[in-house]
């Protein structure tokens, strides 16, 4: 009876409402797991806990001889099937490797007919199969002749697939899977569940059966199920709709599998139902010219069935019997033989083989079950297709063609016997099926056909294609173990191992010194890598050290150099006019006397002492003042670090009276460092980088030195130390310059036009004099070896060089105006001497020979323009150089101050009418650099020159004051 297609329709695709319908998460079986799918792992002895190995089995791929007990007994293939001839299978026989069979939907108007059991009619032409299967044939019909097979190979240990393969619309998805309504409902011999539903209705069955009825056997079966989606040429998990483009995997230790593909074991019919439903509701289906819910991707349902069967049969007793000893002490076989007198010893040997399973071992048995539902071709696209469908179509038509070009190959390579490479690789879907074509597994395919005439071309596509794979020759074999492949195979373990282990101890010896050196350096260089990153200041003090690595410096960094040396030639300058001025070794700046610190530039062998030991405590006194003499604080220079001797620079408490001094000191480093470093070597220095360039490694520990002067400053225990920085390269080159450094690494130039205020500290310079005149070669050599010796490097000393000779060129410069400068100061120091006293005689005098003092003023007034240089210093060098007063006149002490004063007040009026603006100017700028000269030379010289006098004679030298 010809089925109309409105009855079709009621029992077509239920993909639509299982999610309605039916709580997926509630039909999942309970007791799952995720595992990977192992598709050709399964002639591998399966890991039962009940079973336990002699040796731990290794899971390295193992090789079999031919004559190996582990291998596979192969069925015998008789078979010769031709295109167009397939043999009659004989009643009993067992069933072929390939098997392909034609389904024919129902259709009205048909032009294909079943002529006979196993032939077909399109036309004139005749196609003959195994089975073929017209429009009134049924689910059940289908399943005896295709399904039942299948599961009872698969319960003999093969591996076995079902392929459904046709065109759009012609009742492939209806074959295997059925309706939906009938998955759930309870399975009958009219009912319309699919093949593949009523594959595990029976296998389950079978299964139970198997368990139940078997008294001399124990038999356990695990199964578990993977369903997969191939759509557009890749491999998602209709399980876990969230696992796509799933790889294929094919390495030695897992075999052939689906990576991350999801595994869940079952145990029922309901189980796998669950499954089905949950699989086919996640598969992606559109509309073609033929279905409007037609799949448009391939899916894959795979079971594993994994079976242990233990025989108690006689003979197995009495080795079992034999075995009791070793497996249980003696108490318990009085035990056993009570227990067995009392019920039967087939009961009592059943349990205690169950009990000792994992000392015995009987056969077993994994098999494969493949059920494949490919999508349907389609010659015609809907005209309003969108691009997707059309895109679907597309690789649908490709994959298939491309599994009908595989199954081409293996046919012709089983008649011709010739070894042809099999594109197994060519698509994913033949990646997938290469053990169903051609491979270990007995192989159904069920070829569905539209009987209408719009599909003949299709129809016949479908034909070919059952016809070729008629052909194919798989090779199907039963994946059993026995005991005696399990001895075989650990004995092969046993021996594999100690290969293992023999050439491990062999390589081991050979490698060891090796092996354990280069580890150790490994260790080591680690561990310096590490402490060089964590806290490089652990290096600072080691880069006098011989250092290969590479410099760079950059032009930043050569520019802050620069702007070093500069401020240094600056501050050398000052310094260097008062070391003329004074003209002594020893340079002392007083603070008030109570505290002075020796600044040492002498000797190699002599250390450079700073008592700083007070200001500790005062560090963080608020109530000091900051120091407004440090205007123009000088960098202090990186010090020079030589490979044998180190000038250092040592704090010593020596005078903790004084805090005030020590504070200033204090506060004075910190602005030094503050100023002068540069951000980015600030940032160097706070951070744990590598010091990148010389520049950068010279702060950095000038840096580290200045801490460590923090350090023992607020450590009063720790300030006797050791810990030190040299300059030597300053003191020895130049020892004024080694001064300017110190007074600059401590922060200690006196204040600037705060004469009132003394210097907060004093350096006593003991040696500079017998070097004053050392080369400004020595000065860069010294620098020079400076950079080398800190950088541990030469690398790129050569642009600094250059900035270094620069610098010294000027420093030349600056040093030979300061000599010009200092000579002019001694000598204005000497005519001032004789000014104060000369100018005094004559003023008094000229008081003395007036006779009304109220007309000093009348009658000084006309001697003004006569006699102005002969009482008042010219107003320039040269002139003042010249000038000689009268030195007739009689000093009067008693009026001396009043009278000075006037001269003064006369001498700024007359300076103010006579002097030029540009000269006037000049004449500021010199007695700013001079006064603050003469300050420090009152401060330090206090027997040459009364400060009183020399203030008073600035005031009238300029103007402004
Ligand atoms: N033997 C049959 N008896 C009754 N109805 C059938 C039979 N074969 C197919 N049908 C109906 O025909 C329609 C299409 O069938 P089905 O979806 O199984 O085709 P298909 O080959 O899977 O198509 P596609 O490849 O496009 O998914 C469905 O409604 C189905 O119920």
């Not at 009742?171 to 093949?195: H, I």
């Not at 001498?907 to 000049?922: D, L, P, V, Y």
Request: net charge negative; hydrophobic share 30%.
């Amino acid at each position: 009876m010809v089925k109309s297609n409105s009855e079709f329709s009621e029992n077509s695709r239920f993909f639509g409402t299982i999610s309605a319908s039916v709580p997926l998460k509630n039909l999942l079986p309970k007791s799952t797991r995720r595992s990977k799918v192992r598709l050709d792992g399964e002639n591998i002895a399966p890991i039962n806990s009940n079973i336990q190995f002699r040796d731990p089995p290794i899971s390295a791929s193992i090789s079999f001889s031919k004559n190996s007990p582990l291998k596979p007994k192969v069925r015998d293939l008789k078979e010769d099937l031709t295109a167009t001839v397939v043999p009659q299978q004989l009643p009993g026989a067992p069933d072929p490797p390939v098997k392909v069979v034609v389904r024919i939907r129902p259709a009205n108007g048909t032009v294909i007919r079943k002529i006979s059991e196993d032939t077909i009619s399109i036309g004139e032409r005749n196609y003959r199969f195994d089975s073929v299967f017209d429009s009134n044939s049924t689910q059940g019909d289908v399943y005896e002749l295709v399904g039942a097979p299948l599961v009872k190979d698969a319960l003999s240990g093969y591996n076995t697939s079902l392929v459904a393969y046709g065109q759009t619309g012609s009742g492939k998805s209806y074959t295997m899977w059925g309706p939906f309504n009938s998955m759930v409902e309870a399975p009958s011999v009219s009912g319309l569940q699919g093949v593949v539903p009523r594959i595990f209705q029976d296998l389950f069955s079978k299964i139970q059966k198997d368990q139940e009825n078997n008294d001399d056997k124990l038999i356990n079966y695990q199964c578990r199920c993977s369903f997969l989606e191939v759509y557009d040429g890749k491999i998602s998990d209709l399980l876990d709709p969230t696992q796509r483009k799933l790889e294929l995997k094919d390495d030695a230790k897992n075999g052939f599998y689906v990576e991350n593909l999801t595994e869940e074991y079952v145990t029922s019919y309901e189980d796998v139902t669950q499954i089905l439903i949950k699989g086919l509701s996640n598969r992606k289906i559109g509309a073609t010219s033929k279905n409007s819910k037609s799949s448009r991707s391939h899916i894959m349902f795979t079971c594993i069935i994994e079976s242990w069967c233990k025989v108690v049969s006689a003979n197995f007793n009495f080795k079992l019997c034999l075995k009791l000893p070793l497996l249980f002490p003696l108490k318990h076989l009085v035990f056993i033989h009570y227990f067995a007198s009392q019920f039967s010893y087939s009961l009592v040997l059943k349990m205690i083989y169950q009990e000792s399973s994992s000392k015995c071992f009987g056969t077993s048995k994994t098999s494969r079950i493949s059920l494949v539902d490919l999508a349907g071709f389609d010659r015609n696209t809907l005209d309003d297709a969108s691009k997707q469908h059309a895109k679907e179509g597309k690789y649908i038509k490709k994959s298939t063609s491309q599994l009908g070009h595989l199954v081409n190959i293996i046919a012709k390579g089983r008649q011709s016997d010739k070894a042809e490479e099999v594109p197994y690789r060519s698509s994913c879907l033949t990646h997938l099926l290469r053990e169903s074509f051609g491979g270990n597994a007995k192989l159904s395919i069920i070829c569905a056909i539209s009987p209408d005439e719009k599909s003949n071309s299709e129809t016949l596509s479908t034909l070919r294609f059952g016809l070729r794979a008629k052909l194919m020759k798989n090779e199907p074999l039963v994946n059993e173990i026995t005991e005696d492949d399990v001895d075989g195979l650990s004995d092969q373990i046993r021996q594999l191992k100690e290969e293992l282990m023999r050439a491990k101890s062999s390589e081991c010896n050979s490698l060891s010194i090796n092996h354990g050196y280069f580890s150790g350096r490994k260790v080591r260089e680690s561990v310096n890598q590490l402490r060089i990153s964590l806290n490089r200041s652990l290096i600072l003090p080691r880069i006098d050290r011989d250092s290969e690595e590479d410099l760079c410096i950059n032009e930043d960094d050569v520019k802050q150099l620069r702007l070093q040396i500069d401020n240094i030639s600056s501050s050398h300058e000052e310094i260097f006019k008062e070391d003329s001025q004074i003209g002594e070794n020893t340079l002392i700046y007083s603070a008030e006397g109570t505290c002075e610190h020796y600044l040492s530039c002498s000797d190699e062998s002599e250390n450079e002492v700073i008592n700083s030991d007070e200001s500790q405590t005062e560090l963080s006194n608020n109530e000091c003042h900051q120091s407004t003499l440090l205007q123009d604080p000088v960098l202090s220079e990186s010090p020079k670090i030589k490979n044998s001797h180190r000038k250092s620079l040592a704090f010593l408490s020596n005078h903790p009276s004084n805090q005030d001094d020590a504070v200033e000191t204090s506060k004075n480093l910190d602005v030094l460092r503050q100023s002068h470093q540069p951000d980015h070597i600030k940032s160097s220095l706070r951070s744990s980088r590598i010091i990148p360039g010389p520049t950068e490694s010279i702060a950095a520990s000038l840096h580290r030195g200045l801490h460590i002067i923090d350090y023992h400053q607020k450590n009063p225990t720790a300030t006797r130390s050791s810990v030190s920085f040299s300059f030597e390269h300053l003191a020895l080159k130049q020892p004024c310059l080694s001064i300017d450094k110190a007074n600059a690494s401590a922060q200690t130039s006196p204040e600037e036009g705060k004469s009132s205020d003394p210097p907060p500290v004093s350096f006593v310079c003991m040696k500079c004099q017998g070097r004053g005149n050392a080369t400004s070669n020595e000065v860069e050599d010294s620098l020079k070896t400076c950079m080398v010796v800190a950088d541990g490097s030469s690398h790129g000393a050569k642009d600094i060089e250059k900035d270094l000779a620069l610098a010294i060129q000027r420093e030349k410069e600056l040093s030979s105006l300061c000599k010009e400068q200092a000579a002019q100061i001694e000598h204005l120091n000497q005519l001032l001497e004789k000014y104060n006293c000369e100018t005094h005689q004559n003023v008094i005098s000229s008081y003395r020979n007036s006779s009304n003092f109220s007309d000093r003023e009348n009658q000084l007034q006309p001697i003004y323009e006569d006699e102005h240089e002969k009482y008042y210093p010219p107003n320039s060098e040269n002139k003042l150089l010249t000038w000689k007063s009268d030195e007739n006149h009689e000093p009067e002490f008693i009026k001396e101050k009043c009278e000075i004063k006037e001269v003064q007040e006369n001498s700024n009026h007359s300076m103010q009418k006579s002097f030029s603006f540009e000269g006037r100017e000049a004449l500021l700028r010199e007695n700013e650099i001079l006064r603050n000269k003469l300050h420090s030379y009152n401060d330090a010289a206090p027997t040459r020159i009364s400060s009183d006098k020399l203030r008073s004679y600035l005031c009238c030298y300029n103007p402004s004051s």
